[in-house]
């Protein structure tokens, strides 16, 4: 005979199962249909992972990693007082919510870009130690200050611990950079643009004249011009180039640099400060190589993507995702057009 006690656990348990399926289904159905900004999501989300994105069924990001990501984003602008700069950022007004949703968009894509990248950098061999990104952060710890600097600006500025700091932005950019490093050095292209400018730089060095080198060597507009780019401010200039030419003297010509669209030599024509602002007046030889940003669009179309907000979709063409709201789409158009004082906009 059965034992009622027994038969009663039993249908409790089973009643407490399905109402907890009803309620993550529920919640996961309230996130996609209606938003993660109700009042049930915000409970559910802060307790359980739902998830906003999935990649090919096995990896997930989460609602409650993006709200956290998103937060220490806020937590940046309202902790510094931009108006000093003459920039402006409130995201308390009806036009600042949207600012945030671009903001939020924003993340989104670079979180998934770093699920990618790290997934295909583990199919090209490449596996980075625990050891080996401690030790990246510990050289960045050096770079930026000493480590009670470094751990007060980031608790300040984003809300962030030394080991936030390592995953969600130390881990990243090391797989990307890892990853660039191999696929550039496996394209023949490359290879074949290396050559180039090594014999660019080797006729230099041979007291070739740089305007007739860079008419022979160079790609672009400025081949025509012998090189010549004309005058440069240092947020004019790519990153990685400014900083080896605002060092300069004036005459001195570079060795061969790099930057994300190729492979640089620079001179340096004339210096001047125009409204208190440094300038540089430059010739250029400059031989474009594979774009790793190309290569990175393709590779990354084979992952199956799924977006579970009803805000957003997955644009698989172009690889990022995008608004739902075509006011929001058409809001931010505008805002990167029209708004060249917001720093929400700028970074």
Request: hydrophobic share 40%; glycine share 6%.
């Amino acid at each position: 005979m059965s034992n009622p006690k027994k038969i009663k656990l039993k249908t409790i348990f089973f009643a407490v199962v399905i109402l907890a399926v009803f309620l993550l289904i529920t919640i996961l159905g309230v996130n996609y249909f209606v938003g993660k900004n109700n009042f049930l999501s915000k409970i559910g989300n802060k307790f359980i992972p739902f998830p906003v994105v999935i990649i090919n069924y096995s990896h997930l990001i989460s609602v409650k990693d993006l709200e956290a990501n998103l937060l220490s984003a806020k937590k940046f602008y309202e902790s510094q007082d931009f108006a000093k700069e003459g920039l402006r950022v409130d995201f308390n007004t009806a036009d600042g919510e949207k600012r945030l949703a671009i903001k939020e968009k924003n993340i989104l894509n670079k979180m998934i870009e770093n699920v990618l990248v790290e997934e295909l950098a583990k199919e090209k061999g490449i596996k980075l130690s625990e050891e080996f990104i401690s030790q990246e952060v510990e050289r960045k710890i050096l770079e930026l200050g000493n480590r009670a600097e470094v751990k007060d600006s980031l608790l300040r500025l984003y809300g962030w611990n030394l080991e936030q700091f390592k995953e969600r932005i130390v881990r990243p950019e090391l797989y990307k950079e890892k990853l660039a490093e191999k696929v550039l050095v496996e394209m023949k292209d490359f290879e074949n643009a290396q050559k180039k400018i090594d014999g660019a730089a080797s006729e230099l060095k041979n007291k070739g004249k740089f305007e007739e080198l860079a008419a022979k060597y160079s790609e672009g507009e400025s081949a025509k011009n012998g090189g010549d780019l004309g005058w440069f401010t240092a947020d004019q200039m790519l990153p990685e180039i400014a900083t080896a030419a605002f060092q300069m003297e004036k005459g001195k010509t570079s060795e061969v640099l790099r930057s994300e669209l190729g492979f640089h030599i620079i001179r340096i024509d004339d210096k001047k400060i125009e409204n208190e602002i440094p300038m540089i007046k430059v010739h250029q030889i400059f031989v474009r190589t594979p774009s790793f940003a190309d290569w990175l669009l393709t590779s990354s179309k084979k992952f199956n993507i799924r977006i579970m907000l009803q805000d957003y979709s997955w644009n698989k063409e172009k690889q990022q995702v995008e608004f739902r709201d075509g006011k929001l789409t058409e809001f931010e158009k505008n805002l990167i057009t029209n708004s060249p004082g917001d720093v929400s906009v700028i970074f």
